[in-house]
DNA sequence: TGAGCGATATGACATATATCATGATTAGTG
DNA sequence: CACTAATCATGATATATGTCATATCGCTCA
């Protein structure tokens, strides 16, 4: 991890009209001066489970997971996050510890606001107060929800739903490239590493994808929404 | 459902440390004088997924489930909570819809509080909303949490694990009535009614647990925490 | 009070998924 | 550039879990 040398401001942030742009020049200036910005490159740990809280975290550019380790060491993602995703929970008004740990998966630049100056702002100003709350509350509620989608599926509707999140939530093109590992695909929807890689050669000897390396080509999409949402 | 008759008031709610102490004379009277109460018998759904949220709910006696129903049908219950818990997720501040559904698994006595009193109440008093804010927040953690226990489990884990709960967290005695059927057991840690029953039915045949109907008595907690923790 | 339905129970069997083994390929690093 | 370790890949097999069938029990309500 290392800080970021770049120059930029929330006010010119693209992600400022989702959060600041309810602040007041004072109330800005506070919060733009206490901000420090980092990058982290793929791999690295931002936050771990049980670290204190003490500041707040916005996600400016990159792709991070929420995770947890259990108590045989084996890792369950919670979610992918990308830029407009809060990382830090609501746990940040209870000035607690982290309940998961935070990694990026690709090189990812994040901005950390002192908790303090949030907590100050978000006293004094009620409308930016509630859009925080928002804006935190959709992770929590996100999670629930996807760990919903997963349960309810096996084996090859949870890889065809993770398809269609990628495609349709994250990179919004039916081409991308996979930007985690089959063993941290088969973490996220909870199956075998074994398992993910052979439905993946599955799909792809089916014809439904393309698929070289990383490199993944949705070709028959209508295909694996069907089975997202049968199998 | 039907309103109930009993005469009380948020001051003498056993709760009321945990949520309206901060609230000045004034402010207490508009909560209160907003209030209904509502009885649930077992099996009534006080919530439905998709219903407007237009009132703060606050569970003052019995017990609740929340779940979510899947495309074919099947429910899969998020979490049970008592006396204590708060019902009504984030999504109160936010004006939204109920992301789940609710219903009551035993008489249920529920607080009902108009939400625009609420947001009154919020937006003027700080500590209050703070108080709300963790609250509430403590539900969608726990719910996280959960998941993440079950999911790290397989069948007898999870049973086991589902019994630590109710001994520790739910009636804090070695032995008690199970609220809910085993049907509804599986729902709520995603195994089948047959695999849930036999899975009972062994434990009770290597006499860690006695069991007669719904009536359950922790034979040999030690053993049970045990499965629980690698099972 | 008894008809009917849901809950509990259990066995036989089918199937999904995990585990283990073994290579090939790729990516990172000195 | 070569070495090492992780990732990707696939088959054989074991195991966990689901499915289907059937029976009893015990409520609830007409």
Redesign the pocket.
């Known amino acids: 991890m290392k800080p970021s040398n770049e120059i930029s401001s929330c006010k010119t942030c693209v992600y400022r009209k989702l959060l600041f742009d309810s602040l007041t020049e004072e109330e800005y200036q506070m919060v733009n001066s206490s901000r420090k910005e980092f990058i982290y490159r ?2 690295e740990i931002i936050r771990r489970e049980g670290d204190p809280i003490d500041s707040f975290l916005y996600l400016r550019s990159g792709l991070i997971k929420l995770y947890k380790t259990d108590r045989n060491g084996k890792d369950h993602i919670l979610s992918l996050n990308k830029p407009g995703d809060f990382i830090s929970l609501l746990s940040i008004f209870s000035n607690s510890v982290y309940k998961y740990s935070i990694a990026a998966v690709e090189e990812t630049k994040v901005c950390d606001i002192d908790l303090v100056i949030l907590h100050k702002v978000v006293s004094t100003n009620n409308k930016f107060a509630l859009r925080v709350l928002n804006r935190m509350s959709k992770v929590s509620d996100d999670i629930i929800e996807s760990q919903f989608e997963i349960r309810q ?6 890889i065809a739903f993770f398809l269609l999140f990628l495609t349709n939530k994250i990179y919004r093109s039916h081409e991308f490239r ?1 930007p ?7 973490e996220l929807i ?13 799909f ?2 089916d014809g439904i994808i393309s ?4 490199t993944i080509n949705i070709l028959d999409y209508e295909r694996i929404k069907g089975i997202s949402n049968t ?1």
Do not use: H
């Not at 599926?153 to 949870?158: A, D, E, S």
């Open positions: 793929r791999g599926r096996q084996v090859k509707g949870r996979l985690i590992t089959r063993r941290e695909i088969g909870s199956m075998t590493t074994e398992n993910t890689i052979r439905t993946l050669s599955e792809k000897k698929m070289e390396g990383r199998g």
